[in-house]
């Protein structure tokens, strides 16, 4: 069954630098999504993301953050310049085939922890 | 804004016993979502509901769109069930989901 990959598994970096969360969604499905999960929070969501355009983005998706589609496969995140409480797990996900609103096919994230 | 509330938190259950995770939201829906949490972090889809009841195996979830609530149902428990289980709910657009805080389920053998 085809997956939603994510790399790295693990990020480490430091206050201030710039970090570049990778995924590739599923082929031929229309929408793609990151949500971040605090370590013991749930799960929050930080944007979506259809047609080549960010379609809704959450009070926490803020100017450090941007997603690009850069070759038609990749779906990313960046995170401009860090800070210690963006320390979490990001999720991608991606849905929709059709269009029509579909079950959401997460990857197994990438735990960034900024030191 | 739409509150996700889960009960219980946390259960323990006997392998073989019959589990039920309960998901109560305070705003209409266009869908809910139940997600299974593995201990290493991954996420994955279970169910997707905007009405009525369905089956996947020995998973069943059904959704009360008038009471706001829905329930998931494990028959025959294993303990490879053993998982976080986190209800979400979307408003109009897919993908802006409201996560509850899970329900973290341990089945011993």
């Known amino acids: 069954e085809p997956e939603v990959t994510q790399t790295p598994s693990h990020q480490v970096t430091q206050m201030g630098q710039e970090v570049i969360l990778r995924c590739v969604p599923i082929?031929?499905?229309?929408?793609f999504y990151w949500y971040r999960q605090i370590l013991g929070q749930k799960v929050e969501f930080l944007v979506s993301f259809y047609n080549n355009e960010i379609s809704e983005k959450s009070e926490i998706f803020d100017d450090q953050f941007s997603v690009e589609r850069p070759d038609g496969s990749n779906f990313t995140l960046k995170i401009r310049s860090t800070k210690l409480e963006d320390s979490a797990m990001y999720f991608c996900a991606s849905s929709g085939r059709t269009g029509a609103p579909s079950p959401l096919h997460f990857g197994n994230g990438t735990r960034l922890t900024v030191t | 804004k739409n509150e996700v509330e889960q009960s219980p938190q946390n259960l323990t259950a006997q392998e073989g016993e019959f589990i039920t995770i309960n998901c109560s939201y305070s705003?209409?829906?266009?869908?809910l979502h139940w997600l299974q949490q593995h201990p290493g972090g991954g996420i994955v889809s279970l169910f997707m509901l905007s009405s009525g009841k369905k089956k996947h195996g020995r998973l069943i979830a059904t959704i009360n769109i008038q009471e706001k609530h829905s329930s998931l149902h494990i028959t025959a428990s294993h303990p490879r069930d053993s998982a976080v289980y986190i209800c979400?709910?979307?408003?109009?657009?897919?993908?802006?989901?409201?996560f509850g805080k899970g329900t973290k389920l341990s089945v011993k053998p």
């Open positions: 705003v209409g829906i266009s869908a």
């Open positions: 082929s031929n499905h229309l929408y």
């Open positions: 979400a709910v979307s408003g109009g657009s897919q993908g802006n989901l409201i």
